[in-house]
């Protein structure tokens, strides 16, 4: 579904990803993990077509398409979903509409019909239950006096309404309560299906308690140090990444 | 960065094109002879010129003010044709079969209703070209009401005695510079009287269109609302493409009497010029209202986003007890564009209660301000004011300011002012853009959640035209 092929990436001329290279298949979910700064969120904003970073070398060939040679928009619109660690507030401009104009987006590329406000109305209803959201925040403008938990969750309502072949979870579960985690990751689970896959960036193992990953990477100065399995997730947790720089010196 | 923000490219004006027609215009420059000229083609009582030569001999002795945040050279006044009609094949038009069709044709193509069976359902139209009125629909309909809806000019000869009474009353001729020249030079414009306890059955509105090259408009409005009368009015402008700066200087009175309610909306979108800054129009414009009667309503919205320079502050005199003021703005700036806007509230009456809603949009290298004064008289008890002032900066070459002036006299009122500038930002963009969402949607999807309380003031048509407008003037204007 998604080969990343030796990836390279710049923020102002300074090189943040040098020449990551994965390969995510449907039905999988990947947890990419990190310290602070080694490039875990470029790599997803990357991905998604953020105009600040350029790609400087490789590809990433997404359901047989280069996405670098989309628009940011284009590739949502083609089923890959970013969601924000720090979600965007878009004042005035209430959830609703803006949830119904993305669906309505990745319908028309889809071929599907668009929903008219009364059919969205029904349709957004089976999906704020999802995530255990409030009606009321469909009126409200995005994201607009959210608290960050309310944010996030409203990042994976986004995600259920999008209904993506590709999501990327960036760092979702910071600012979340035990029960608003609980929630989210089970929202998460229920999202999971044979032709779907996830890439969930995230600090802690504590969301991984909630979603179990297939593969687990780690990100080091712009580049993967190693992969493994749900354990080594765990053992990153117990015993932090000092271990784990040790070996790669050696 | 790959997108730059301050990347700007042209914007179609697509009101720019000049109507070929034969019109009659008076030489350039300003005396008192053509001041009587114009007064003699309108056949004007000689009160009314000598009310015209009165303002004219006080502006020689005023100054144009230099305290608005706008930069320019100044007009050279002897330099304006004060006088262009278009020639009519009689003296008056019976019937819109007389009109020349080019007429017609330029309004069609602005997209004017001026057939009545071919209008939007409801809402009758003045169309002023260049200094006079064209013509005015639904007048019969509305004069079974009692309302009347007609040109200045019209007005003058058919109803002096409410000209008379009224003119002058809200913006006197020596109020400002802009207004003693309009009231010396004034050729055309709308008057609308609503009588006691009628509310207008229909919207009405005016039409203004600059088409000389040489020539400045100066229009004159006059509304005047009984007690318990309403009227909603609505007045839109455009003006061809040249490479000169024109001067429109236009002067309206409002006024309510006893629960009166007049609504009074803009949509401004005279030629701004080109991208380089050259050409478009100055708009020095009084606009004032007066809630004369006791709770009284003047609510004012605007939605300015044409002219070279905008400098206008819609404002209220609250007279009357518990009478109610209200501004809501948007004002949007592009490319070299700058608007010195806001309004006045002025607290007279006991309980009186005023509203500012501002929102500022700079693009390009534009200047936008806003400036604005609440003043509680002593006697005003019990006022309240609550002001808004939002700015959005789109790129960084922009600026946005705010210049709030408070005066309270009286320790009973209640002031509440809030202000925030934003940024339109590759961020915000990039959020909408990864749900699907191109970058020109989501340009206009963002600036009209940000005028979203202003918007909904507008009547229907006029919030849809209001949108379109704004996606068109910032297109390309952000990536």
């Given at each position: 579904m998604l080969t990343i092929r030796n990836l390279s990436a710049t923020v102002q001329d300074t090189p943040v990803l040098k020449g990551i290279s994965l390969e995510v298949k449907a039905?999988?979910?990947?947890?990419?993990?990190?310290?602070?700064?080694?490039?875990?969120?470029?790599?997803?904003?990357?991905?998604a077509g953020h105009p600040s970073y350029e790609v400087t070398e490789g590809e990433a060939i997404f359901q047989g398409k280069n996405l670098f040679d989309m628009e940011a928009d284009e590739r949502a619109r083609q089923g890959l979903f970013l969601g924000f660690q720090y979600p965007i507030e878009v004042p005035g401009v209430s959830n609703s509409q803006f949830l119904r104009m993305a669906y309505n987006k990745r319908a028309e590329a889809l071929g599907q019909d668009e929903l008219d406000p009364l059919e969205f109305q029904d349709f957004i209803h089976t999906k704020t239950s999802l995530v255990g959201m409030n009606e009321s925040f469909l009126d409200?403008?995005?994201?607009?006096?959210?608290?960050?938990?309310?944010?996030?969750?409203?990042?994976?309502?986004?995600?259920?309404?999008?209904?993506?072949?590709?999501?990327i979870l960036d760092e979702t579960d910071s600012g979340l309560d035990i029960d608003a985690l609980r929630i989210v990751g089970s929202a998460i689970t229920q999202?999971?299906?044979?032709?779907?896959?996830?890439?969930?960036i995230t600090h802690y193992q504590r969301l991984l308690d909630h979603v179990t990953p297939d593969f687990v990477h780690v990100l080091q100065g712009g580049r993967i140090i190693k992969s493994g399995g749900p354990e080594l997730a765990v053992r990153l947790e117990k015993e932090g990444y000092d271990w784990l720089l040790e070996e790669i010196n050696l | 960065m790959t997108q730059d923000l301050s990347t700007l490219t042209s914007q179609t004006y697509k009101y720019g094109f000049v109507t070929d027609i034969e019109s009659e215009s008076v030489a350039a420059g300003l005396s008192e002879?053509?001041?009587?000229?114009i007064s003699a083609k309108k056949k004007e009582p000689e009160w009314l010129l000598t009310w015209r030569l009165k303002a004219y001999r006080h502006w020689l002795t005023m100054t144009e003010p230099k305290w608005a945040h706008v930069h320019y050279t100044k007009p050279n006044y002897n330099e304006i044709v004060y006088y262009s009609a278009p020639k009519p094949k009689q003296a008056k038009y019976a019937s819109m079969d007389e009109v020349d069709p080019e007429l017609l044709r330029t309004f069609e193509k602005l997209g004017v209703p001026i057939h009545e069976q071919a209008t939007l359902a409801g809402v009758a139209v003045d169309i002023v070209f260049d200094s006079v009125s064209v013509?005015?629909?639904?007048?019969?309909?509305?004069?079974?009401?009692?309302?009347?809806?007609?040109?200045?000019s019209e007005a003058v000869q058919?109803?002096?005695?409410?000209?008379?009474?009224?003119?002058?009353?809200?913006?006197?001729?020596?109020?400002?510079?802009?207004?003693?020249?309009?009231s010396a030079v004034f050729t055309d414009g709308s008057f609308v009287f609503i009588p006691k306890g009628v509310k207008c059955p229909m919207d009405l509105s005016t039409y203004f269109r600059i088409n000389n090259k040489e020539s400045g408009q100066f229009e004159r409005t006059l509304i005047v609302a009984e007690e318990e009368a309403s009227v909603s009015y609505?007045?839109?402008?455009?003006?061809?493409?040249?490479?000169t700066n024109q001067l429109h200087a236009?002067?309206?009175?409002?006024?309510?009497?006893?629960?009166?309610?007049?609504?009074y909306s803009t949509v401004q979108n005279w030629y701004s010029g080109n991208e380089q800054g050259v050409g478009g129009i100055f708009n020095f414009v009084t606009k004032r209202g007066l809630c004369k009667g006791v709770k009284s309503k003047i609510s004012w919205t605007q939605v300015e986003t044409g002219s070279a320079i905008t400098w206008k502050y819609p404002s209220c005199i609250l007279l009357g007890d518990e009478s109610v003021g209200e501004f809501y703005s948007v004002a949007l700036t592009n490319h070299f564009q700058q608007a010195d806007t806001g309004t006045k509230m002025i607290h007279l009456g006991q309980n009186t209660k005023s509203t500012i809603i501002s929102k500022g949009i700079a693009a390009g290298k534009s200047s936008n301000a806003y400036r604005g004064l609440v003043r509680v008289s002593p006697k005003a008890k019990g006022a309240r004011n609550f002001s808004q002032c939002d700015s959005m900066l789109i790129g960084s070459l922009c600026s946005a300011s705010t210049f709030p002036y408070l005066e309270i006299k009286n320790t009973s009122a209640k002031v509440e002012h809030e202000a925030t500038t934003s940024k339109i930002g590759e961020d915000q963009i990039f959020y909408l853009q990864q749900r699907g969402i191109n970058p020109e949607e989501a340009i206009s999807m963002i600036i009209n959640g940000f005028c979203k309380e202003v918007f909904r003031e507008l009547p229907m048509e006029f919030a849809v035209e209001a949108t379109k407008l704004l996606s068109l003037k910032l297109e390309n204007s952000v990536g």
């Open positions: 039905g999988e979910v990947h947890a990419i993990m990190g310290p602070n700064g080694s490039g875990k969120s470029t790599l997803g904003k990357v991905l409200r403008s995005v994201n607009e006096g959210f608290s960050g938990g309310e944010k996030k969750r409203n990042e994976i309502l986004q995600m259920a309404v999008l209904n993506p072949v590709l999501a999202l999971r299906r044979s032709d779907n896959a996830t890439i969930l | 002879d053509v001041i009587r000229l013509t005015t629909t639904y007048k019969d309909r509305l004069a079974k009401e009692g309302i009347i809806f007609c040109s200045f058919e109803h002096p005695e409410l000209i008379k009474k009224y003119l002058g009353t809200v913006v006197p001729p020596s109020d400002n510079f802009f207004a003693a020249l309009n609505l007045e839109g402008c455009t003006a061809p493409q040249f490479d236009a002067v309206v009175e409002l006024v309510a009497l006893d629960r009166a309610d007049i609504k």
